[in-house]
């Protein structure tokens, strides 16, 4: 292909990503690799893979590689993906982080990142004799406003900012900046960009994780362009792979053979394990006809069956647990009322449901059974308020009691 002579050299931001590395490969076609230049810039992630990666990218093309450390910059922000901050990245798509921040971007979205990459590298290119610079903004990163410096507005702004503020020497280039990212890999696969080599995971593991949002977008993209199989192998696999290990992640009961019943109330025992669905509203009910606890004032046992039903989080309750939790009471002296209601705060405790209720029918005992209800729902959610119009028409149309 002939090379555009109009332009001097061109740099690509390049974060060892599947979208820089795709502008990077057009770079390349359209300049030749000796016009190009690689910027990969450090914001203090928490891990160093997609540094690593844009190294082995640009070595793969033989373009020139320089890096930049602009992490003291982002020393004030709590971004989840910045190493010194204490919050968790989300493991879910976009969309469904979106629906939780009422407009605001997401959680992963560092202040203002390509605003000052553009600026820092507008002086660097204009120093290495640069006219043009090239970076991977897309479509589906802008959508919801979940990443707001990768919209055409922000583009268009910072375009004719850096093209003022060099003298009319430079410009950027958003080739992707209205396209999906599903539309950027069927352009990689008809340049054959290494998407092999490539890194996208927010996570800094041995292998991708395959459930943050940007490894759910990568799936995607690929799978509509039907090369998942041949492409994307190792983070479908991860995926697999991590979901498996999500499903033991804190449980040491279920397999174990040697569980000793503990003989005294014993809340450490619950065990967790990751929802499969957290997007998804949905009750779980146990079931438990045998429990026994011991009254505080007799010594007698008490007889029930207790009915837990809850609407699972982000964790759920293993049963086995639950079960070795419930037998804990045997010996425990509690009022039939403390006991539904320490159920209740123990798994709210242990889980963080949306919503949870307990449900005591205690046997008689001297001539009175007593069946105590409490009820939570997780506060400013819906569920708050599902929790206390389900205690207001609790138990509206009362059973027939006879001996149970």
Not at 109 to 138: D, E, M, T
Not at 146 to 154: E, G, K
């Amino acid at each position: 292909m002939e090379k555009n002579k109009e332009i001097k050299k061109a740099m690509v931001l390049s974060s060892g990503g599947v979208d820089s590395t795709t502008c990077l490969g057009m770079a390349v076609e359209k300049y030749g690799k000796d016009q190009v230049i690689a910027l990969s810039i450090s914001y203090g992630q928490k891990h160093q893979k997609e540094i690593e990666a844009s190294r082995k990218v640009a070595e793969y093309y033989g373009v020139e590689h320089l890096y930049l450390d602009l992490a003291p910059i982002f020393q004030y922000s709590n971004c989840s993906l910045l190493k010194h901050s204490d919050s968790e990245i989300p493991h879910e798509s976009y969309a469904k982080q979106l629906e939780k921040t009422n407009g605001i971007p997401v959680s992963t979205y560092v202040p203002f990142r390509n605003g000052l990459f553009l600026s820092s590298a507008a002086s660097i290119a204009l120093s290495k004799g640069c006219s043009v610079i090239y970076y991977g903004a897309h479509a589906d990163d802008s959508a919801g406003n979940a990443y707001p410096d990768c919209s055409r507005v922000f583009h268009e702004a910072m375009n004719q900012a850096i093209y003022e503020g060099s003298g009319k020497q430079l410009r950027i280039e958003a080739p992707f900046v209205s396209w999906t990212k599903a539309q950027v890999v069927r352009k990689g696969l008809e340049l054959n960009v290494p998407y092999e080599m490539t890194w996208s995971c927010y996570e800094g593991g041995s292998m991708p994780c395959g459930v943050c949002g940007t490894c759910v977008d990568r799936m995607e993209a690929f799978r509509l362009n039907g090369r998942s199989a041949k492409y994307d192998q190792i983070w479908r696999k991860k995926k697999m792979s991590r979901e498996a290990e999500l499903e033991k992640e804190g449980i040491s009961l279920l397999e174990n053979q040697n569980v000793k019943y503990p003989d005294q109330y014993a809340p450490e025992i619950l065990e967790t394990f990751l929802n499969k669905h957290p997007e998804n509203d949905y009750f779980v009910k146990f079931n438990c006809p045998e429990f026994t606890s011991l009254c505080p004032i007799t010594g007698q046992p008490d007889f029930a069956t207790i009915t837990i039903s809850y609407v699972p989080g982000e964790r759920m309750v293993e049963s086995k647990s639950l079960k070795l939790y419930l037998f804990s009471f045997r010996n425990h002296g509690d009022f039939h009322e403390d006991c539904v209601n320490v159920i209740m705060k123990d798994l709210i405790r242990l889980m963080d449901p949306k919503y949870i209720e307990v449900w005591g029918k205690f046997t008689p005992r001297g001539g009175i059974s007593i069946d105590p209800y409490c009820n939570y729902g997780k506060p400013g959610t819906r569920w708050e308020t599902v929790a206390w119009q389900r205690l207001s028409q609790h138990d509206m149309y009362p059973e027939k009691v006879d001996n149970r």
